[in-house]
């Protein structure tokens, strides 16, 4: 398995409409392991392909405590919702950055697993939100969508900020070698 690179925002990759997966194939069970491993990599309970470049509709969540309970959603979709409510989310394509987003408490959902099997599963809670959450990087929305304007500028700005105190600090850490 391999540790992708997982896209921040606002890089415009990030908008990008997923495709379907035509056919579970080897090519798309290591992407789903590649993704688990990402996302565990990087302690992040929901990773959609989206947000390492690929634009395949392929979600992985694991919500469990102890992270030992993965979830791999292939063409996933929402096909019943309810008790709609305000929750705090984050997202690994926004490190540090957190907002209240209303989502559905709870969730059933239609998706082919990893091994291509299709199946339902009835979702509530976290694991509700952090699929919905997910879904929506499949079509090019982040939870920041859901802000006002204002707010989306204010985290670009200490988005890019941080990415700049980053870089600094790296170069202060790796001075080039004298020659």
């Known amino acids: 398995m391999t540790k992708l690179a997982i896209l921040e925002y606002p890089d ?4 990008t409409k997923a495709a379907p997966v035509a056919a579970v194939d080897a090519t798309v069970r290591r992407l789903a392991d590649d993704l688990l491993e990402t996302m565990y990599g990087s302690r ?30 292939i063409n996933p979709q929402i ?9 705090e989310e984050g997202c690994l394509s926004l490190p540090g950055i957190y907002a209240n987003v209303e989502r559905a408490q709870k969730v059933r959902v239609r998706a082919q697993g990893r091994d291509g099997s299709p199946f339902e599963m009835d979702a509530e809670g976290l694991a509700a939100i952090c699929i919905q959450h ?23 700005r200490r988005l890019a900020k941080e990415r700049r105190q ?8 790796s001075p080039a070698s004298a020659t």
Not at 44 to 71: F, M, N, W
Not at 79 to 87: G, R, T
Not at 166 to 173: F, L, M, N, T, Y
């Open 12 to 15: 415009p990759r990030l908008r």
């Open 44 to 73: 992040g309970i929901g990773l959609a392909a989206t947000q390492v470049d690929v634009h395949r509709r392929v979600v992985v969540v694991d919500v469990s405590p102890e992270h030992d309970r993965p979830v791999v959603l």
């Open 79 to 87: 096909i019943a919702s309810e008790s709609h409510k305000l929750c």
């Open 134 to 156: 997910e879904m929506d990087h499949l079509e090019g929305r982040l939870f920041v969508d859901y802000l006002s304007e204002l707010k989306r500028q204010l985290i670009r």
């Open 166 to 173: 980053r870089s600094v600090s790296s170069e202060v850490r």
